[in-house]
């Protein structure tokens, strides 16, 4: 199928983009397009208007340090995110995350921004940035804003961003020293969208204990959620193969799965326990 017809821009600066959206009442912004164009060849979204800020491309693709954050601007590709040296250093979990997105040429135009304003509640990275409780910078005709990851998704496909705002960056708080982070999926093929995603961040103490965990659910949920129960289980505990095991038994608490064609609400809950110990035992074994 072909799209129904639209108006497309392209305009050189963020302000420009902004503005265009202010008065095009139906637009969206069109950044690597790989979920949107998708939808559009369907019919399942029909705007009146695309706002191509990949332009603006030297102002919104980056990674760079801030104080006490990385930043991570929203044009970054997917596949940067795989490579980038200090991604993989620093938030394994990303790069993990990155890697598991269809294919190589999907990794090649798909932006962080974009997959995290799409908002699909089965998407690899915002079930891995769920984890690292980020802050989502978005500018608009009123100026700047920052929103925490808590409040950014709000539904499916939906997020707290205005219509007159565009995403332009993610700053990631920094992890304590021994940390660790992973991100695991299941799903039927490589490169397919989630049956369930798991992320864990790790932050161990002497004696290997726990002083820090945070546990991200996604496909679970009509947003990526937090696995709270396994998180309360942890910590503090000895971070060994028992207490590991029994958060991964709790991990499902706060799910509300669906069921469809990839598998049923029972199967994705049993699914959940499974990658949860593996997303934690991942990212244990590189906390350093």
């Keep these: 199928m072909t799209p129904k017809k639209f108006a497309y821009f392209a305009p050189a600066s963020l302000k420009e983009a902004i503005q265009l959206l202010r008065v095009n009442e139906d637009a969206k912004v069109l950044a690597g397009g790989q979920s949107l164009i998708a939808l559009m060849k369907l019919r399942l979204a029909a705007p009146a208007a695309l706002v191509d800020i990949t332009k603006t491309g030297d102002l919104l693709s ?113 992890t304590p020293p021994k940390s660790g982070s992973a991100y695991i999926k299941h799903s039927r093929r490589e490169g397919d969208f989630a049956i369930v995603g798991v992320g864990a961040v790790v932050t161990v103490g002497p004696k290997k204990v726990c002083r820090d965990v945070r546990v991200s659910l996604g496909a679970v949920a009509s947003t990526p959620i937090r696995a709270k129960s396994a998180e ?9 193969e028992g207490n590991i095991a029994e958060a991964a038994e709790r991990a499902n608490e706060e799910a509300d799965p669906p069921s469809d064609m990839h598998g049923s609400r029972q199967y994705r809950l049993d699914m959940i326990k499974v990658f949860a110990r593996r997303a934690l035992n991942l990212a244990l074994s590189r906390a350093r």
Excluded: M, W
């Excluded at 891995?128 to 980020?134: C, D, G, Q, S």
């Excluded at 802050?135 to 007159?164: L, N």
């Excluded at 309360?232 to 060994?240: A, S, V």
């Design 62 to 174: 980056y990674i760079r340090e801030g104080k006490g954050h990385l930043e991570v601007g929203a044009l970054t590709t997917h596949d940067t995110l795989e490579r980038s040296k200090i991604i993989n250093k620093k938030f394994p979990i990303l790069s993990d995350a990155a890697s598991k997105i269809g294919d190589q040429q999907i990794r090649n135009r798909g932006t962080i921004g974009g997959s995290c304003c799409h908002a699909d509640p089965a998407a690899d990275l915002p079930t891995a940035l769920t984890a690292l409780e980020p802050e989502f910078v978005v500018r608009g005709v009123k100026g700047k804003r920052v929103i925490p990851q808590s409040k950014f998704f709000v539904d499916t496909f939906t997020t707290s961003i205005a219509k007159d705002e565009i995403l332009t960056e993610i700053q990631i708080p920094h």
């Design 232 to 240: 309360r289980h942890l910590k503090g505990k000895t971070l060994d």
